[in-house]
């Protein structure tokens, strides 16, 4: 007996003119289902166009990558106004979508974009909303993520008409899986004026990778001495295609912005790979990257706390190990 599929719909997020990785990995937590891939607004534009970063002419579309990674259906989603700039157009738009189409979930990244919306939609629809999750079981409404600084994993059922979930970046490895790729145009009633418009969007690190997003992490501790110092790590971080973060102890000394920080009062991340520099490895931090696929630690200190969590440890001063490694590399 054939299985019956649940209509999911998955929000796309698109950076370039590209489909971002990290949304490829939600659909492949939605594998096996009726999968409905939706971009919003202005980024329903780059559907049909080449992606701006592949390296060929004959680089797949957003529609064919799309369609590469399980959408049986893409939905272009447009409103009376431009929703790109109107986050809560951009939320009642997805709750247009949802009754229009019937969908029993709905799954988005835990990125800013996607925790922004999903909590509007969730107050829009009256639903339960889970966030950060990092295993999904979509028939069963059971999802796992962390709690209490990721000390343990706690399983949870959501109870609801619709299943809001959205998912920890990196969390869940992309797999293709193709499929037909219909492309479709919808028009949300979105009729309000929006309560927050978007104006300008500036980055912190331009140039650089999201932290939270990355596949590659290499992050420095205290031991980095100086905020120059951190031009060491960017270059490594260039070598491996690398975002370039920060320990607590490391921004309270002043070295790095608190956007780089990653622990529990910093940012949660879930990369490939997370390379410690000069990190002790204190509870705080483990918190933030304990997720990661592999970690490696470079601390001069045999005895740090970090070696007990890391996968690959080299002890030695980062100032003689990161140079050589990037030379290497």
Same mark, same amino acid.
């Given at each position: 007996m054939?299985?019956?599929?649940?209509?999911?719909?998955?929000?796309?997020e698109?950076?370039?003119?590209? @489909?971002?990785?990290?949304?490829?990995?939600?659909?492949?937590a939605?594998?096996?289902?009726?999968?409905?891939?939706?971009?919003?607004?202005?980024?329903?534009?780059?559907?049909?166009?080449?992606?701006?970063?592949?390296?060929?002419?004959?680089?797949?579309?957003?529609?064919? *990558?799309?369609?590469?990674?399980?959408?049986?259906?893409?939905?272009?989603?447009?409103?009376?106004?431009?929703?790109?700039?109107?986050?809560?157009?951009?939320?009642?738009?997805?709750?247009?979508?949802? *009754?229009?189409?019937?969908?029993?979930?709905?799954?988005?990244? &835990?990125?800013?974009?996607?925790?922004?919306? $999903?909590?509007?939609?969730?107050?829009?629809?009256? &639903?339960?909303?889970?966030?950060?999750?990092?295993?999904?079981?979509?028939?069963?409404?059971?999802?796992? *993520?962390?709690?209490?600084?990721?000390?343990?994993?706690?399983?949870?059922?959501?109870n609801?008409?619709? $299943?809001?979930?959205?998912?920890?970046?990196n969390?869940?490895?992309?797999?293709?899986?193709?499929?037909?790729?219909?492309?479709?145009? $919808?028009?949300?009633?979105?009729?309000?004026?929006?309560l927050?418009?978007?104006?300008?969007?500036? *980055?912190?690190?331009?140039?650089l990778?999201?932290?939270?997003?990355?596949?590659?992490?290499?992050?420095?501790?205290?031991?980095?001495? &100086?905020?120059?110092?951190?031009?060491?790590?960017?270059?490594?971080?260039?070598?491996?295609?690398?975002?370039?973060?920060?320990?607590?102890?490391?921004?309270?000394?002043?070295f &790095?912005?608190?956007?780089?920080? @990653?622990?529990?009062?910093?940012?949660?991340?879930?990369?490939?790979?997370?390379?410690?520099?000069?990190?002790?490895?204190?509870?705080q931090?483990?918190?933030?990257?304990?997720?990661?696929?592999?970690?490696?630690?470079i601390?001069?200190d045999?005895?740090?706390?970090? $070696?007990?969590?890391?996968?690959y440890?080299?002890?030695?001063?980062?100032?003689?190990?990161?140079?050589?490694?990037?030379?290497?590399?």
């Open positions: 054939d299985q019956i599929k649940i209509k999911t719909g998955v929000l796309i698109i950076e370039n003119g590209a @489909v971002k990785e990290t949304s490829l990995g939600v659909m492949t939605a594998a096996g289902q009726d999968i409905y891939a939706l971009i919003l607004g202005r980024d329903a534009s780059a559907v049909n166009a080449p992606s701006v970063n592949a390296p060929s002419v004959n680089a797949p579309s957003v529609k064919d *990558k799309l369609a590469e990674y399980g959408a049986g259906t893409i939905v272009s989603i447009s409103g009376a106004e431009d929703l790109s700039a109107y986050p809560d157009l951009q939320a009642l738009a997805l709750a247009s979508a949802v *009754k229009e189409y019937n969908f029993e979930t709905l799954l988005g990244t &835990a990125s800013a974009t996607g925790r922004d919306i $999903f909590a509007r939609l969730a107050a829009i629809l009256d &639903a339960p909303l889970v966030s950060d999750c990092v295993e999904i079981n979509i028939e069963e409404k059971i999802v796992k *993520k962390s709690h209490f600084s990721g000390k343990t994993m706690a399983t949870l059922k959501a609801g008409s619709i $299943f809001l979930c959205t998912i920890r970046p969390s869940i490895e992309p797999v293709a899986a193709a499929t037909a790729g219909q492309l479709v145009e $919808f028009t949300a009633d979105t009729q309000s004026t929006g927050i418009k978007i104006v300008e969007t500036k *980055k912190a690190t331009k140039g990778l999201d932290l939270t997003e990355a596949p590659i992490v290499i992050t420095g501790g205290r031991a980095i001495k &100086a905020a120059e110092n951190y031009g060491m790590l960017e270059t490594c971080a260039q070598k491996l295609g690398a975002a370039v973060g920060a320990s607590r102890a490391a921004v309270d000394a002043g &790095a912005p608190h956007s780089m920080q @990653v622990g529990q009062t910093g940012k949660t991340v879930s990369p490939k790979l997370y390379i410690a520099c000069g990190v002790s490895g204190a509870v931090h483990y918190a933030g990257m304990k997720t990661s696929k592999v970690i490696v630690a601390n001069e045999k005895d740090a706390p970090i $070696f007990s969590k890391c996968d440890g080299i002890v030695g001063d980062i100032f003689d190990v990161v140079p050589v490694l990037t030379e290497k590399l």
